[in-house]
């Protein structure tokens, strides 16, 4: 079996180490990959969301399963290019990626359907917005309408951060065309998780739970970011809640796009808030997430080239995955800057060390080898995870092995996994 996975981050890295321990993978490819996936797989120049080119290298090298990582490949069309090639591929057509691809169109569909979300309205006058948000007064989150990297998100806590968000989104354009129209959602108190699940269309088989970090700093203050660490699982999501997310949230919205003529197959992210009413949807994103997909797959026993092919194929029936009790707890590594302005091409020591501890996985996100040395080439720069029994002994392993990776101008959240440890976890 050849496999194709599209994108070059760290939730690649992982994807790609977990589909080579597949006794039926035979060859893998990556386009473009990093430095870390070029020693397991061979890595191919070319842009992601250049579906054409990206298609015909499939076709060309006869690949049999393409398992596409980002978000902006799936919502520019690239399923759509290689169904209508035959080529199978895991992840949404552009038309149900739109669940990721528009926060508009996502929220809709919640509320079309009776799935649990913030109570929101739409903008495309600032003006508008800016008057909403001011009368509104208390703490509200300013959502930019398309794909901008997991970033334009800005939860305000009063009026004025709220109308400098509408004017960072929609007049200064910080996320281009993104920031179109903006979503105004109310402020949803709670815990967040993230519950990522394999659909085929009909059937949801949900992997276990992990907690995102999204701001920059310790404390979870500073800027929202793709994300600066996760673990799994996630103790506050109960197996009693994980049961209401399943049959209220992501059933339910498979059913729906479904019933909307969008078919989904592939990988659901449900990003949810915990409330004192249940579970409600903050976002879904339409592929694994990043870096969640570092804490989730190091605990999966099962063959996760079987289950790609199964969702995609529109079959998950008699399928099932087993997983590793051990808890998984991933830090990023960020450049200086990040997820601001940052330099590229510093070098990195350390890695070595880092990847010869037991029970440490290192995944590479923004890393090219030049000259012989791995240096830095992109914000998130390195994931690292440790596993353990417990999450604080594989959050102390994971910082052990951070400790030993050095690069100029590195950072990294030093507070990874805090709500588990303060519930004993």
């Known amino acids: 079996m050849r496999v194709l996975v599209v994108g070059g981050g760290g939730r690649e890295h992982a994807l790609v180490w977990k589909l080579r321990q597949s006794p039926r993978v035979r060859e893998v490819y990556c386009l473009p990959g990093n430095a870390g996936i070029a020693r397991l797989a061979r890595c191919v120049p070319g842009d992601p969301e250049d579906v054409r080119a990206v298609a015909d290298f499939a076709q060309e090298e006869r690949v049999d399963l393409t398992v596409v990582g980002p978000e902006a490949p799936l919502v520019a069309g690239l399923v759509d290019e290689l169904a209508r090639r035959g080529l199978p591929a895991c992840g949404p057509t552009a038309a149900a990626a739109a669940i990721e691809g528009s926060k508009v169109f996502a929220k809709e569909l919640m509320a079309r359907h009776g799935i649990p979300t913030a109570a929101y309205r739409v903008f495309d006058d600032p003006a508008a917005a800016r008057e909403y948000v001011e009368r509104l007064g208390g703490p509200v989150v300013v959502k930019a309408e398309g794909l901008a990297a997991g970033k334009g998100v800005v939860v305000a806590p009063g009026p004025a951060e709220a109308a400098a968000a509408v004017e960072e989104i929609m007049v200064r354009r910080a996320f281009g065309e993104a920031g179109r129209r903006v979503v105004v959602e109310e402020y949803l108190e709670g ?79 449900a990003g949810l808030m915990l409330t004192a009413e249940g579970p409600k949807v903050l976002e879904f994103n339409c592929r694994f997430g990043d870096p969640e997909t570092q804490a989730v797959l190091p605990r999966l026993e099962g063959d996760l080239a079987d289950a790609l092919e199964a969702a995609a194929g529109g079959d998950l029936r008699g399928v099932s995955l087993s997983w590793r009790p051990d808890a998984a707890v991933c830090v990023v590594l960020a450049s200086e800057g990040y997820p601001g302005p940052y330099e590229k091409g510093r070098p990195i020591s350390g890695l070595e060390e880092a990847e010869a501890m037991a029970d440490v996985l290192v995944f590479h996100a923004g890393t090219v080898r030049r000259d012989g040395q791995v240096v830095t080439a992109g914000g998130r720069v390195l994931g690292v995870t440790g596993l353990g029994p417990t999450i604080a002994a594989a959050r102390e392993r994971a910082y052990e092995a951070v400790e030993r990776i050095r690069f100029a101008g590195c950072h990294y959240r030093r507070d990874i996994a805090h709500r588990a440890l303060a519930r004993g976890a």
């Open 191 to 269: 815990e967040e998780v993230s519950v990522l699940a394999l659909t085929d269309g009909e059937r949801v088989l949900t992997l276990p739970s992990s907690q995102d970090h999204k701001r920059a700093l310790d404390g979870d203050r500073g800027p929202n970011t793709g994300g600066m660490g996760a673990y799994s699982p996630a103790p506050v999501l109960t197996p009693d809640l994980a049961q209401r997310v399943e049959q209220e949230i992501l059933l339910p919205a498979v059913r729906a796009l479904a019933a909307e003529g969008r078919p989904y197959r592939g990988v659901l992210y």
